[in-house]
């Protein structure tokens, strides 16, 4: 069994090493072949598929396709912060039955939910925004920060390095393993530094078609729309080669163990300009995204600890020395309810 953090904060995540670089082979190719994963791994076929299928089971692992929505100039993003009075249930029920909600967590600070959205047009994002959130019962507050630029989306690969540093006892930062590279936080960014482009709506379908299975065979895929095994995987190809798309592994530290997960936002004060590369560089940094909201933040920030005392010192040793930085938002993930990709 893998400890995660300090021995103070310290709790089994129910996985082992080999789990973990199963994870990791995963998240470089998502649609790795059982044999190619088993071969890497130095297992049978048998044992990868049935460690595949426990941790896809157990709610630990999907293999997705992922991109970066304001990589396409028909998208729009936002995340908010709400404020609810009674029972947070129901209004988590109604955003989780949203399509235009990715995301869903809640929380303990400025706000009771946090919630992302995602919307193809102006139009949509204002009838998301001015409608269906007032509709939610108890709502009190909404605190609204929109995406302009996304800076950092690791996919959670830093944690999954640590964790597997912690298994295999190497103090290595590079976070390497015998078997298998954990991926780098830039690499894991997908579209963060692509030109932005429209997004064919024959790409958003294939897209969206495989987030209920990233490993889905181009022959089912194409079944399901209509279409040829060739369109779909000519398809697929077009994306990840534009660096628009990337099918991975993806895992929730909230499933993994004893983390801490935390929302901050932050101002710069004028004239200073914020480094982002040594944003990026903070091992408990794992989401990035510039815009405007909460209250003045000019950036929102989604931090993974290994425990409270690491999470603070985080924060007030990095995010808070940062020249001209402060702290204007803060919210801290209780549990996570809907992770979704969907466009």
Known sequence: MVQTGNSAGAQ?????????????????????????????MGTSIYTATERYRRLVDAGIMRVVPVANPLAFDNYRQVLVGLRVSGSRDEVIARLKAMREVTYVVCALGDADVIAEAVAHSNAAMDRFLKRDLRELPGLERIQVFSCGRLVLDD???????????????????????????????????????????????????????????????????????GVTHTAIRARIRRMEEAGLMRIMATVSPMRLGG???????????PPHVLDEDALIDVPEVTYVMSGVGLGGADYLIEMVADDDGALWRAVDGSLRAMPGVEQMWWATTVSVEKESYWL
Do not use: W, Y
Not at 24 to 32: C, T, V
Not at 260 to 269: D, I, K, N, W, Y
């Open 12 to 40: 089994s995540t129910g996985v082992d090493a080999t789990d973990l670089r199963i994870v990791a082979a995963l998240q470089r190719d998502g649609r790795m072949p059982f044999a190619a994963l088993a071969d890497r």
């Open 155 to 225: 996919h959670n690969v830093g944690v999954l390095g640590r964790l597997l540093r912690v298994a295999d006892g190497d103090a290595d930062p590079a976070g390497v393993s015998e078997t298998v590279s954990v991926m780098g936080k830039r690499e894991a960014n997908v579209g963060a530094d692509v030109p932005v482009t429209a997004l064919d709506p024959r790409l958003a379908e294939t897209f969206n078609a495989l987030q209920e299975d990233g490993r889905a065979s181009c022959q089912a895929v194409g079944e399901r729309l």
């Open 259 to 269: 983390f801490r997960q935390a929302f901050v936002g932050l101002s710069v004060r």
